[in-house]
C-alpha cells in the first residue's frame, strides 16, 4: 500500500516508469508545469526523509556542520580565539623533553581553547576547524556544482541531439572515465595553480581553493553526463518534447525547458552522492600537500600538519579532530545521499 | 582500444606540455640564467612544433631514441620515457624500480578486501532483513565514509606506535621471494593492505549484497531448489555464478586504478611504489615522470576494462562475446 503510493510519487518525476498515471497536479507534461515540478520533487524527497530516522538524523547532522562552517567567525570569536595566531610561549608549549607538544592543559579541550592547541605553532584548534569548514565544504560544494552544470548540460545535449553531437560527447565521456583520477587530479594541480598565478583568481589563499574547485568539478561530470544521457534518450521520444517542437519552439528551449527539468531527480540523487566524494577529494589532496596549504586551514590540511613532523604519534588528539570531522561529514553526507537516492530514484537502490 | 590509448597518450601529453608556463625554467631549477633557459630549452627538444615533441615521444616507447641538446645528446634506452628533470634518471628505470612495491599493495589488499566484501556481502544477502544483515550494512556505510588518511595514520598509531604489533614499512622488502621471506612481506604490507581493504570491501559488500538479493529471487534460483539440488549448490553453483558478474567488473576496473598507485596509502606509509614517485614528482614539478605514471596508470584501467569484458563471459553462462 505505502509502496504503491511511493511509486505514483515517483513516477512524476522518474521519466522512463512508461505511462504516468493521470495526476494533474504533478503531471510532468506541459509548460506550465516545469516550476511545479522542481517544487515536487524537493517535496517529494523531503517526505521520504522524513519518514527514515537515519535520513533526518543525517540531514541534522549535515545542517549543523554547515552552521559550523558558516558561523566559523562568531563561533570563534565567542571562544575569543582566531586561526592563525600563534602562541609558542612555554606555559603553553612544552620547550624541553618533546619541544612543541602543547603542555598537558593545552592539549584538550579547555574553557580558553575549545578544542586544545595545535602542536608546534600553539595556534587554537577550534578556529581551525571551523575556518577549516569553510574551506573544504566551500571547496567541495562548488566544484559539485561544476561538475553538476557540466554533467547536466552535456549529458542532455549527447542524448537529445544524438548523431555527431552524441559520439563526440559519448567519446569524451569514455575518455574522462579511463583517467585514473586522484594521479591526474594530483598531478595537474600544481600546474594550474602555476598557470593561475598571475591571473585575478590567483591571489593568496584564494589560489588553492580556486585551482581545486575547477580541477576537482572539470574532473567528476562524466559520470553524471552519462547517467542523464541515458535518460534523455527515452525523455526525448515522449510526447511532450513533440508538442513543444510543434509549438514552435527552439531545440534549446526544449532542451532548457523541457528536457533538463526532468532530469532533475537524477541530478540531484548524484549531486547529493558527488559531495562527500569532493570532500574526501579536497582532504587528499590538501593531505599529498598540493591543495590548501599552511597557515590556511582546512580538514586536508590540518591531516596534513597531523602527519608532518609524527605529531600525531605524540599528540593524537591533533589527528582524531580534523578526522573524526572528516568522518562525520562524510558519512552524514553519504548517508543522505543513500536517503535522497532511495526517495527519489528506487530504480538505482535496487542495482 | 588501441585508439583509447593513443586517445590518453595524446591528451596527457598535450595537457602537460600545455600547462605549466615554462617547463624548460621548471627543469633547470631555481638558478638559472635566461640562456641556460634557452639551453634547457633546446635539451628538452622544445624548440620543436608540438607534434613533432608528441610523434618523438611516442616514437620512444617502440624504440630507443637520442634525447637532448644536439652535440651533448645520450641514448635513451627503450622503453624511452624521458629523462626525470630531478635526477636526470631515466623515468623508466624510476618506474621500473616503483612497480614491484605497488604489486605487493595492490596483492595483499585485493585479497583481503575482494574475501572479507564478498563473503559479508554474501552472508548479508542469505540473513536478509536479520540483526546480521543490518550490522553489516551499518558497517559498510560507515566503512565507504573512512578516508584513508584518518584510517591509515590511526592504524599507524595503534598498531605500530602504541600495541608494537607490526614493525613500520621499510623499503628493503618489496616481494614475498626476497631475503626476509615471505613472513615479513605479509608483516610490512599488512597495514596498508588493512587501510585500503576497510574502504575497498565497503562498496563490495554493498554491490554484493544488492546483487545475490536480486538474484536469488530470479526464476532459475526457483527451479533450481524446485529440482531439490542441496541448498548449497543452489547458493554457489547457480546463485554466485550469476550474481558475480557486477563484482568481476568493479574488480577488474579497481585492480587496474590500484596498479597506477595507491597514491595517499603509499605516501601514508612512505612505501615507494608509483603512487608515492607521482605525488614527489608532482609537488617538484618533475614532469616526465608524472606524466608517464599517468599515462601507465591510465593505460592499466584501459587494458582492466577489456579483461573484464573477457571474464564476463568465463563466469556468467548468459553472456557469450560473439
Known amino acids: 500500500m505505502k509502496r504503491a503510493q511511493a511509486l505514483t510519487q515517483l513516477q512524476s518525476i522518474e521519466p522512463n516508469t512508461g505511462s504516468p498515471p493521470p495526476t494533474p497536479a504533478t503531471s510532468p507534461e506541459g509548460k506550465a508545469a516545469a516550476p511545479a515540478e522542481a517544487r515536487s520533487l524537493l517535496a517529494t524527497a523531503w517526505m521520504r526523509i522524513r519518514r527514515s530516522k537515519i535520513a533526518l538524523l543525517s540531514l541534522c547532522v549535515v545542517v549543523a556542520i554547515m552552521l559550523f562552517a558558516i558561523l566559523a567567525p562568531v563561533l570563534s570569536a565567542m571562544s575569543g580565539n582566531d586561526p592563525f595566531t600563534s602562541n609558542t610561549s612555554p606555559e603553553v608549549l612544552d620547550d624541553f623533553q618533546t619541544p612543541g607538544l602543547p603542555l598537558p592543559g593545552y592539549m584538550y579541550p579547555s574553557d580558553e581553547h575549545w578544542l586544545g592547541v595545535e602542536p608546534g605553532l600553539g595556534r587554537d584548534l577550534f578556529a581551525r576547524l571551523a575556518y577549516g569548514g569553510q574551506v573544504s565544504l566551500t571547496i567541495a560544494l562548488l566544484s559539485t556544482a561544476v561538475s553538476v552544470v557540466l554533467g547536466t548540460v552535456l549529458g542532455a545535449a549527447a542524448g537529445y541531439f544524438g548523431g555527431k553531437t552524441d559520439a563526440v560527447i559519448s567519446r569524451i565521456m569514455d575518455l574522462f572515465l579511463a583517467f585514473p583520477h586522484l594521479l591526474l587530479v594530483l598531478s595537474l594541480t600544481p600546474i594550474l595553480q602555476s598557470r593561475l598565478r598571475d591571473t585575478p583568481l590567483g591571489e593568496g589563499s584564494f589560489l588553492p581553493m580556486a585551482s581545486l574547485v575547477i580541477i576537482l568539478g572539470f574532473f567528476g561530470w562524466a559520470y553524471l553526463a552519462r547517467i542523464v544521457r541515458g535518460q534523455v534518450l527515452s525523455l526525448r521520444e515522449r510526447e511532450f518534447v513533440e508538442a513543444a517542437r510543434s509549438f514552435g519552439a527552439s531545440h534549446l528551449s526544449v532542451l532548457f525547458r523541457q528536457i533538463i527539468p526532468n532530469v532533475m531527480g537524477v541530478v540531484l540523487v548524484y549531486a547529493t552522492m558527488l559531495i562527500p566524494t569532493n570532500i574526501s577529494a579536497e582532504a587528499a589532496l590538501s593531505f599529498l600537500g598540493v591543495g590548501v596549504k599552511d597557515p590556511t586551514p582546512s580538514w586536508g590540511q590540518m591531516l596534513n600538519a597531523a602527519q608532518s613532523g609524527n605529531w600525531y604519534l605524540s599528540d593524537p588528539w591533533f589527528l582524531a579532530v580534523p578526522g573524526v570531522m572528516l568522518i562525520v561529514t562524510v558519512l552524514a553526507f553519504n548517508l543522505l545521499g543513500d536517503a535522497v537516492r532511495d526517495a527519489l530514484d528506487p530504480k538505482a537502490s535496487r542495482h | ?322
Open chain 2, 1 to 322: 582500444m588501441v585508439l583509447l590509448l593513443a586517445a590518453v597518450s595524446f591528451i596527457t601529453f598535450t595537457l602537460f606540455q600545455l600547462g605549466p608556463s615554462d617547463p624548460a625554467a621548471a627543469a633547470c631549477g631555481q638558478e638559472c640564467t635566461p640562456e641556460r633557459v634557452a639551453e634547457a630549452r633546446v635539451a628538452l627538444g622544445m624548440d620543436q612544433p608540438f607534434f613533432v615533441q608528441y610523434i618523438d615521444y611516442m616514437r620512444g616507447l617502440f624504440s630507443p631514441r637520442m634525447i637532448g641538446a644536439p652535440g651533448a645528446q645520450t641514448l635513451c634506452e627503450w622503453p624511452c620515457l624521458g629523462k626525470s628533470f630531478q635526477t636526470n634518471e631515466s623515468v623508466a628505470d624510476i618506474i621500473a624500480r616503483s612497480l614491484p612495491y605497488t604489486f605487493s599493495m595492490a596483492i595483499g589488499a585485493l585479497i583481503l578486501w575482494t574475501i572479507t566484501g564478498v563473503g559479508l556481502g554474501l552472508l548479508a544477502a542469505l540473513r536478509k532483513g536479520s540483526p546480521v544483515d543490518k550490522f553489516i550494512v551499518g558497517a559498510a556505510s560507515v566503512g565507504v565514509s573512512l578516508p584513508i588518511p584518518v584510517t591509515g595514520l590511526f592504524l599507524l598509531l595503534l598498531f605500530v606506535n602504541q600495541l608494537h604489533l607490526l614493525p613500520f614499512t621499510t623499503n628493503e622488502i618489496n616481494s614475498p621471494f626476497g631475503p626476509q621471506g615471505p613472513g615479513a612481506w605479509v608483516a610490512n604490507y599488512l597495514l596498508p593492505w588493512i587501510a585500503l581493504a576497510v574502504l575497498f570491501s565497503a562498496s563490495y559488500i554493498r554491490v554484493t549484497r544488492t546483487n545475490m538479493i536480486e538474484t536469488f529471487g530470479e526464476d532459475f534460483i526457483r527451479t533450481a531448489r524446485a529440482k531439490g539440488l542441496a541448498p548449497r549448490t543452489v547458493t554457489f553453483k547457480h546463485g554466485v555464478r550469476a550474481g558475480i558478474t557486477p563484482v568481476v567488473t568493479m574488480l577488474g576496473m579497481d585492480i587496474g586504478l590500484l596498479l597506477g598507485g595507491a597514491v595517499l596509502t603509499e605516501q601514508i606509509f612512505s612505501v615507494p611504489g608509483l603512487g608515492f614517485t607521482a605525488v614527489h614528482a608532482a609537488i617538484s614539478g618533475d614532469l616526465p615522470v608524472t606524466m608517464a605514471i599517468t599515462m601507465l596508470a591510465a593505460f592499466f584501467v584501459i587494458v582492466a576494462n577489456v579483461v573484464v569484458d573477457l571474464a564476463y563471459a568465463a563466469i556468467d553462462p548468459r553472456v557469450r562475446l560473439q
